[in-house]
């Protein structure tokens, strides 16, 4: 009993920690976690318009709450949403037509993503009422994994664009990364990312291929919010749009289904990744709270929706570095930063093959932890039902979001709905599992046997 009771004990605890890694480890950890985080978020509100210092502020306060309300032992961390950008595009388009301005129109779209992190609470209610096993009985690895390897694969081509700016500077990038998690020693092996960001930035910058104007134009210290770009400066100006608002709401909320379905299955591969069944204890309810409210409240202020980042779940797999205490110190850096306009410029100068290079590996990251996903969990594809399930899932999420129009868009009344590839994929794929005949069982995560995983 005694040797049972060790043993479970060594599983529990991740490889590294803040005890065996002290307060200097500690930070430069947080650090890289800040900069995966980093190129993904930021590019959010470059492709939207929404500013980037509140996209920062609240990424780390929506990081923070997350961790409060799970009990900090949940190592994730809360940024940009990339699901709902058809959305801001879709009511910026509407907004167009009324004769607004982009940055008129924006607050209307946070209007509709706020609506959309209700739903969050929703499906938390469902799971506190009837328990998380018998929600995941709707999202098992079939559908969860399928999705997973799809996201990786949809942000893939991103990636590759940005590293055709300069491949050289995009293969320094993956180089440093590939050889300090190989052959790195001590502290060099557990930050791959953050010295392949580092030494790309670094050839890029003595290379001439990065513009510090808008670095020394930018101030040192700035407000992060400005009261007219957020929901709350649009309801007070006395000129609403009402029709815009409904039209938002109905635009944006549908996406929320694709975002809880990655939300379910980041927090099913952080799972197995850390040895520890997270859907279960502090439980989904807590952690689809944290995602819901952090989205709603980064919403109402004029930053994006907020995700559980694939991203970082990347970091955790290749540095096995668990502590959640890690993922807050990225949370403290960004709300920090977040005051300060000329570090945004900064990383705003970064050459877009250094986040393309790291991003590669990320983003293949991010699909393996999905086919592991249905592996670890012993996924049977000798029932055809499963493989129908996981093809029309894969089908539908690659060939909408690759196709001529990036979505499928329908009229409802005289308003024009648009889904992407992976809220079209999710919700088909939650239905045909629900319906398909097979014997029904509950499931939870697979976390046995998932040291492997750091090897990918």
Same mark, same amino acid.
């Given at each position: 009993?005694?040797?049972?009771?060790?043993?479970?004990?060594?599983?529990?605890?991740?490889?590294?920690?803040?005890?065996?890694?002290?307060?200097?480890?500690?930070?430069?950890?947080?650090?890289?976690?800040?900069?995966?985080?980093?190129?993904?978020?930021?590019?959010?509100?470059?492709?939207?318009?929404?500013?980037?210092?509140?996209?920062?502020?609240?990424?780390?306060?929506?990081?923070?709450?997350?961790?409060?309300?799970?009990?900090?032992?949940?190592?994730?961390?809360?940024?940009?949403?990339?699901?709902?950008?058809?959305?801001?595009?879709?009511?910026?388009?509407?907004?167009?037509?009324?004769?607004?301005?982009?940055?008129?129109?924006?607050?209307?779209?946070?209007?509709?993503?706020?609506?959309?992190?209700?739903?969050?609470?929703?499906?938390?209610?469902?799971?506190?009422?009837?328990?998380?096993?018998?929600?995941?009985?709707?999202?098992?690895?079939?559908?969860?994994?399928? !999705?997973?390897?799809?996201?990786?694969?949809?942000?893939?081509?991103?990636?590759?664009?940005?590293?055709?700016?300069?491949?050289?500077?995009?293969?320094?990038?993956?180089?440093?990364?590939?050889?300090?998690?190989?052959?790195?020693?001590?502290?060099?092996?557990?930050?791959?990312?953050?010295?392949?960001?580092?030494?790309?930035?670094?050839?890029?910058?003595?290379?001439?291929?990065?513009?510090?104007?808008?670095?020394?134009?930018?101030?040192?210290?700035?407000?992060?919010?400005?009261?007219?770009?957020? /929901?709350?400066?649009?309801?007070?100006?006395?000129?609403?749009?009402?029709?815009?608002?409904?039209?938002?709401?109905?635009?944006?909320?549908? !996406?929320?289904?694709?975002?809880?379905?990655?939300?379910?299955?980041?927090?099913?591969?952080?799972?197995?990744?850390?040895?520890?069944?997270?859907?279960?204890?502090?439980?989904?309810?807590?952690?689809?709270?944290?995602?819901?409210?952090?989205?709603?409240?980064?919403?109402?202020?004029?930053?994006?929706?907020?995700?559980?980042?694939?991203?970082?779940?990347?970091?955790?797999?290749?540095?096995?570095?668990?502590?959640?205490?890690?993922?807050?110190?990225?949370?403290?850096?960004?709300?920090?930063?977040?005051?300060?306009?000329?570090?945004?410029?900064?990383?705003?100068?970064?050459?877009?093959?250094?986040?393309?290079?790291?991003?590669?590996?990320?983003?293949?990251?991010?699909?393996?932890?999905?086919?592991?996903?249905?592996?670890?969990?012993?996924?049977?594809?000798?029932?055809?039902?499963?493989?129908?399930?996981?093809?029309?899932?894969?089908?539908?999420?690659?060939? /909408?979001?690759?196709?001529?129009?990036?979505?499928?868009?329908?009229?409802?009344?005289?308003?024009?709905?648009?889904?992407?590839?992976?809220?079209?994929?999710?919700?088909?794929?939650?239905?045909?599992?629900?319906?398909?005949?097979?014997?029904?069982?509950?499931?939870?995560?697979?976390?046995?046997?998932?040291?492997?995983?750091?090897?990918?």
């Amino acid at each position: 009993m005694k040797m049972g009771k060790e043993k479970n004990a060594a599983v529990d605890s991740p490889i590294y920690d803040a005890r065996t890694l002290g307060a200097p480890k500690m930070l430069v950890l947080g650090v890289q976690h800040l900069f995966a985080m980093f190129g993904a978020t930021v590019l959010v509100p470059i492709l939207t318009g929404l500013s980037v210092s509140a996209t920062l502020l609240f990424a780390g306060l929506a990081t923070l709450f997350m961790h409060l309300v799970t009990g900090k032992k949940v190592p994730v961390f809360l940024g940009s949403s990339f699901a709902f950008l058809g959305g801001y595009a879709a009511v910026v388009a509407s907004g167009a037509e009324a004769g607004l301005s982009q940055s008129e129109a924006l607050p209307y779209a946070c209007i509709g993503v706020a609506c959309a992190g209700l739903l969050y609470l929703v499906l938390s209610a469902v799971c506190k009422a009837f328990g998380s096993k018998t929600v995941m009985r709707y999202f098992p690895p079939v559908v969860t994994g399928p !999705i997973i390897i799809a996201i990786g694969l949809i942000l893939a081509p991103s990636a590759i664009n940005n590293c055709s700016t300069n491949w050289w500077i995009a293969l320094v990038a993956i180089v440093v990364v590939i050889v300090c998690n190989i052959w790195g020693k001590g502290m060099i092996k557990i930050v791959p990312i953050l010295m392949g960001v580092l030494v790309s930035y670094l050839v890029a910058g003595i290379t001439g291929n990065v513009d510090f104007s808008g670095v020394k134009a930018a101030a040192w210290i700035g407000l992060p919010v400005q009261m007219k770009d957020t /929901v709350f400066g649009l309801l007070t100006s006395g000129n609403v749009n009402g029709g815009l608002v409904v039209s938002s709401i109905i635009m944006i909320v549908p !996406i929320a289904f694709a975002t809880m379905m990655e939300h379910v299955g980041d927090i099913s591969a952080i799972s197995g990744a850390i040895e520890k069944n997270l859907i279960e204890d502090p439980g989904l309810h807590r952690t689809l709270i944290g995602d819901g409210i952090g989205t709603k409240i980064a919403a109402l202020f004029g930053a994006p929706a907020n995700t559980t980042y694939g991203e970082n779940t990347g970091v955790l797999v290749l540095t096995k570095v668990y502590d959640p205490l890690v993922v807050r110190i990225a949370a403290y850096f960004a709300i920090i930063l977040s005051f300060c306009p000329k570090f945004a410029a900064l990383i705003s100068a970064m050459p877009a093959a250094t986040i393309g290079g790291v991003s590669i590996i990320l983003y293949g990251m991010i699909s393996a932890v999905g086919v592991r996903n249905m592996v670890e969990n012993h996924t049977d594809f000798q029932k055809s039902r499963n493989v129908i399930v996981a093809a029309v899932i894969l089908g539908l999420a690659l060939g /909408v979001n690759f196709s001529a129009n990036g979505s499928i868009s329908f009229a409802v009344g005289s308003m024009n709905i648009a889904l992407s590839g992976i809220a079209v994929a999710s919700i088909v794929g939650i239905v045909l599992n629900a319906i398909l005949p097979d014997k029904r069982e509950e499931y939870m995560p697979n976390t046995e046997n998932s040291s492997s995983l750091g090897k990918f």
